[in-house]
């Protein structure tokens, strides 16, 4: 299996703040890979740099043997590489089917005046879109709320909102910014599997942020663990697990070490 | 009743004008771009059809075009407001907030100036005995009122459209409309170009009306008014510029027999909308809807 993402040498410095610093790893096809760290470690900074919301100071972003590192948002979005939003940013006043609408017609680059007038292609590109995102939020669970505003959702429901938008983009990395943030262990189990599944119907590759250990090392066959910006530890989750780097990052260093 | 339509057409009319001004801010917000540029456009269009009615080289083309000179003064007006929308959105639409509508008014500012000093347009005096098609000025209802009727269908349908749900991403959320995808920059320029083309079509309607075209037209208290139709009515919903234009264009009037003191009761009607109704008045139906 090849990388599909390849991150270099990575740096974001935020005036004389090192948020992220010399950060390196590979994203192996189809894998679901694990970043974990405390809070403050850069871990939603990395991703802001990869999907170009942030631009890096210095290293390299590679994306299907492209690099992405100098692109605009959009540009890599519609490349396939998708995210969600740790502090869930849905496009609030608009329903639960047009969220996930819009990257449809993001993708299909909606015509003004084909859409205006109803022209043949635009009224077959809008029945597609319109198809496809029923489809994906059905397939979170939110079949029934198709027309509900976005911002008057629960906030779990929000949460799995997000991910159908992301989906909508059709990409082939998504990236989860904490997707378990406030569930409690039953639902946490209920989105590792809802993971799973998502990755294996879409033949996605799943790169995610958590904080909550058990499920990271239940779900991803990699991780990588950051703490103040630094790439601590990487490689699979048992023998990350063990690592007195991890250890003293979680849980600090004994008084007599 | 003919004799309320001789009072009140001017009246009618202008509520026509305005509204049709008020929907030329709406198309930017729509991606949540607060632009006063509109006004520029209206004089910039007022000023085509002016020198196309009046100026003496192209008095051939309109004897041969007789009445089809208008919509050909129309159609003009839409093309240099395009195109100027296009030149000025790229640059500007990269500010926000407030940077953009302070950089919206500056371009009508010079406007304002270039006007003021070029030859074509008369200065300071501007351009006098612009042709009227229509004796009475209900008349030109026929002209305000199919735009209006077109504007609100392509509205209908834009909203509707995929455009449209574009538009309003960025209007929702902007980093998230980019982070899915969506150009932000080129549909804020799309949305801000179409208000543009309006206000250039409303203004070469408007300088046959008015009969003369000067530097008055494009004034920052008539951005700041347009602004107000917008404010009132209700920006995130195109009947809002209708309503607030129709409000503030009547008031006055309606107002009339209190007479010096009707201004101070226009000023409070403003106060009491911005304070009671946020969202404006069109704010008013939508929570019932949802």
């Known amino acids: 299996m090849s990388a599909i993402l390849a991150v270099e040498s990575l740096s974001k410095a935020f005036g004389g703040l090192m948020a992220v610093t010399d950060v390196s790893f590979e994203v192996r096809e189809g894998e679901i890979f694990g970043l974990i760290g405390p809070n403050g470690a850069g871990k939603t900074t990395l991703f802001n740099m990869l999907t170009g919301l942030a631009k890096p100071t210095a290293g390299t972003v590679h994306f299907l043997g492209q690099d992405i590192s100098g692109k605009a948002p959009a540009a890599i979005a519609l490349m396939g590489l998708a995210r969600t939003f740790q502090n869930i940013r849905l496009f609030g006043g608009m329903s639960v089917l047009d969220n996930v609408r819009v990257p449809r017609h993001a993708l299909d680059g909606a015509s003004l005046w084909g859409g205006v007038f109803g022209s043949a292609s635009s009224r077959r590109r809008e029945r597609e879109a319109l198809a496809q995102a029923r489809a994906l939020v059905e397939l979170v669970g939110l079949g029934g709320r198709m027309d509900t505003p976005a911002a008057s959702l629960p906030y779990g429901d929000r949460r799995r909102l997000e991910i159908a938008r992301a989906l909508a983009l059709s990409p082939k990395v998504l990236l989860l910014d904490e997707p378990a943030a406030g569930m409690n262990h039953a639902e946490k189990q209920d989105l590792s599997r809802f993971i799973r599944d998502i990755r294996d119907r879409f033949g996605l590759t799943v790169l995610l942020i958590e904080h909550n250990v058990p499920m990271v090392m239940g779900l991803c066959r990699s991780v990588a663990v950051l703490n103040f910006g630094q790439l601590i530890a990487k490689g699979e989750p048992e023998a990350v697990q063990a690592d007195p780097a991890v250890i003293e990052a979680y849980l600090g260093v004994a008084a007599d070490a | 009743m003919e004799d309320l339509l001789a009072r009140y057409g001017f009246l009618i009319v202008t509520i026509l004008q305005q509204a049709l001004l008020g929907l030329s801010l709406y198309f930017p917000l729509m991606t949540g ?189 008539a951005a700041v008014a347009c602004l107000a139709y917008v404010l009132i009515g209700g920006a995130r919903s195109k009947w809002g510029a209708l309503l607030g234009a129709a409000l503030l264009v009547s008031l006055p009037e309606l107002l009339r027999p209190l007479k010096d003191s009707r201004m101070i009761l226009d000023g409070l009607v403003l106060v009491l909308v911005c304070v009671y109704m946020p969202r404006g008045i069109a704010g008013l139906f939508d929570r019932r809807r949802a």
């Open chain 2, 33 to 221: 771009q607060l632009s006063l540029a509109s006004i520029g456009f209206y004089s910039l269009g007022g000023y085509v059809a002016a020198v196309m009615g009046t100026h003496p080289a192209l008095a051939p083309l309109r004897e041969a075009l007789g009445f089809s000179m208008y919509p050909l003064e129309w159609l003009v007006a839409l093309l240099a407001s395009s195109i100027l929308g296009v030149v000025l959105g790229y640059p500007a639409l990269r500010l926000r907030g407030i940077y953009l509508a302070l950089a919206t008014i500056a371009f009508v500012q010079i406007l304002g100036v270039l006007a003021l000093n070029m030859p074509i347009t008369g200065g300071a005096i501007g351009i006098f005995d612009i042709p009227q098609p229509f004796e009475s000025r209900l008349a030109y209802a026929w002209f305000f009122g199919p735009l209006l009727a077109l504007t609100l269908f392509f509205l209908w349908r834009l909203e509707r459209s995929g455009t449209g749900r574009l538009f309003f991403s960025i209007r929702e959320n902007e980093l998230a409309a980019g982070a899915m995808g969506v150009n932000v920059t080129a549909r804020k320029v799309q949305a801000f170009v179409i208000g543009c083309a309006l206000a250039g079509v409303v203004g070469a309607m408007s300088a046959p009306l008015l009969n003369t075209w000067n530097t008055r037209q494009g004034t920052f208290d």
